[in-house]
């Protein structure tokens, strides 16, 4: 197995040829997409809703992590106050064109103590939310757990880290289904199942925020040799209890579709050294087939077991047949490619975390710091095909994809328009080369409270003015432009004279 995988992913280097060069051959439109396909913008509950202490909504570990000072000093008490403004912003994904919105419940505003009653008036929002949707045909495609897991189940058991999460998320998802299925079709239990248990317990950057030294700063609990491997094979029992309990219960009558999202880097070799080709595939294997190798296959890869040793739980017999093919569809966050150089010196230290264990250092392979996202399209063809040749070309869709920029007033987001226009058009790349991806969301349609700094990075496709007690929206130029490709207009960038005559009309609306 291990020496077919790295011949396929041989294979897949010859597909890296970098040049970021747009010409007329660039141009296309939603058209050239299959009519099926579906175009959207992501969001989530946390970074969107606010509201944080209205109608018996409880704190998340997101809202504890938050008002420790662990986000640049900024929380999602306010965000964007989606939780009254969702009617203004469902207006907007129509006059946009949006064809589909994935956002994110939060559990601790439908079940406040993680476990027990519903709270009516979350179940109302929801509702509302869907409702809405639908009236205008976008499609909800909805994530069950994007990092505010109930603060109530942190206290009392130690949320992801211990196997009782697996039965109270699966009351907690069938809530949901029962609540929302029959007009919710696209179920996604977890977002970046691997980030959020690398974040949340080895670098502690994102909540719950453990982490031990040498491996995190300012951790006041936590152990990132073990937990991070804990918390991820919590996730997987969750995540296939619940898609059991769908396909049992729900799937029949709903005819809905469940699976689990995971964040994706492409990796390439930093030089053509076999050993950084070869550490290259144990950067693939550690943090896509950490998640999605127990889906397909039925356990981790086998490098993970072997550096990880005691430290990665093993899954039973039964566990393994339950986790292998609990899915309907793989969601990707897909935003960058980055460069694998080997570093086997890493699995001589006594104390070791996933980087440790991985035994590769990953890096930008740039002389400039970037402020945006170097833009490195390519990438997403690769990845896909890498789904394509290594797990047998699952149904993907892309849930996650965006540009970050400074959060400020400028409406004229040109590298978010490079960006768009580089991602799907390769996407369209991607596809003809026979990948099964069913759809597309960028993130994100507002400007959010962001997962890593708050208010100072921004994905938007628009902006939101947080000096304005009314938190106004305004169109970016990303915003025209996505807009013009999902009402069909034929994109180049090329197209300067476009882009300018767009930049104009971005301006103005925010001066009036
Ligand atoms: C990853 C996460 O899903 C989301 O919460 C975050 O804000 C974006 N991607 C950008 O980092």
């Not at 747009?22 to 946390?46: I, L, M």
């Not at 986000?71 to 589909?100: P, R, S, W």
């Not at 072997?306 to 039973?316: L, M, Q, S, V």
């Not at 569809?329 to 890493?346: A, E």
Request: glycine share 8%.
């Amino acid at each position: 197995m291990t020496k077919k995988l790295i011949l396929s992913f041989l294979l897949l280097l010859l597909l890296n040829s970098p040049p970021l060069i747009f010409t007329e051959e660039d141009k296309f439109s939603r058209n050239d997409f299959p009519p099926h396909f579906v175009f959207g913008a992501s969001s989530s509950a946390y970074q969107y809703e606010g509201a944080a202490f209205e109608d018996g909504r409880t704190p998340s570990i997101w809202d504890t992590f938050a008002h420790a000072g662990r986000v640049h000093g900024a929380n999602g008490d306010i965000a964007c106050d989606g939780y009254h403004k969702y009617k203004e912003d469902v207006q907007l994904m129509v006059e946009t064109g949006l064809e589909a919105y994935r956002f994110s419940i939060s559990w601790p505003r439908l079940i406040p103590n993680g476990r027990g009653p519903v709270n009516p008036k979350g179940l109302e929002y929801y509702n509302n939310l869907i409702n809405e949707l639908i009236f205008y045909g976008i499609q909800p495609h909805v994530t069950l757990l994007h990092n505010d897991l109930p603060q109530a189940l942190e206290d009392e058991y130690g949320g992801l880290l211990s196997r009782k999460i697996v039965k109270d998320f699966t009351a907690y998802a069938d809530v949901c289904f029962r609540e929302f299925g029959d007009r919710v079709l696209y179920w996604t239990t977890f977002n970046e199942a691997n980030i959020f248990a690398l974040g949340g317990y080895d670098a502690g950057l994102t909540p719950p925020g453990h982490c031990s030294p040498p491996f995190g700063m300012n951790c006041t609990s936590g152990n990132s040799s073990s937990e991070p491997y804990i918390a991820a094979h919590n996730i997987l029992l969750a995540h296939s209890s619940a898609a059991r309990l769908y396909k049992k219960n729900h799937q029949a009558r709903q005819r809905g579709f469940i699976g689990i999202n995971l964040f994706a880097y492409w990796f390439i070799p930093y030089t053509n050294a076999t050993e950084d080709v070869i550490a290259t595939q144990r950067a693939n294997d550690f943090y896509v087939g950490w998640i999605v190798n127990p889906m397909v296959f039925g356990d981790y890869p086998y490098i993970m077991k072997k550096n990880a040793g005691r430290r990665i739980p093993a899954f039973t017999k039964l566990e393994s047949k339950q986790v292998k093919g609990s899915f309907d569809f793989i969601g990707l966050n897909h935003y960058n490619t980055l460069y694998i150089k080997d570093n086997p010196s890493s699995l001589k230290r006594d104390d070791r975390d996933f980087n440790a264990d991985m035994a590769a250092k990953i890096t930008y392979q740039s002389e400039t710091l970037h402020d945006v996202f170097p833009i490195r399209p390519w990438g997403l063809v690769g990845i896909l095909e890498y789904f394509k040749q290594v797990y047998g070309n699952p149904p993907i869709y892309i849930h996650e994809n965006g540009q970050m920029t400074r959060r400020n007033t400028t409406l004229n987001d040109t590298p978010r328009v490079n960006y768009l226009h580089g991602f799907i058009g390769s996407l369209l790349d991607a596809l003809r080369n026979g990948s099964n991806t069913r759809g597309y969301f960028t993130w994100s349609f507002l400007d959010l409270f962001e997962l890593l700094d708050g208010y100072e990075s921004s994905f938007g496709l628009y902006y939101v003015d947080l000096e304005d007690e009314d938190l106004k929206r305004y169109p970016k130029l990303s915003a025209h432009w996505y807009s013009n490709f999902l009402k069909g207009r034929s994109i180049s960038l090329d197209g300067t004279i476009e882009v300018e005559k767009m930049s104009a009309i971005s301006e103005s609306h925010f001066s009036q």
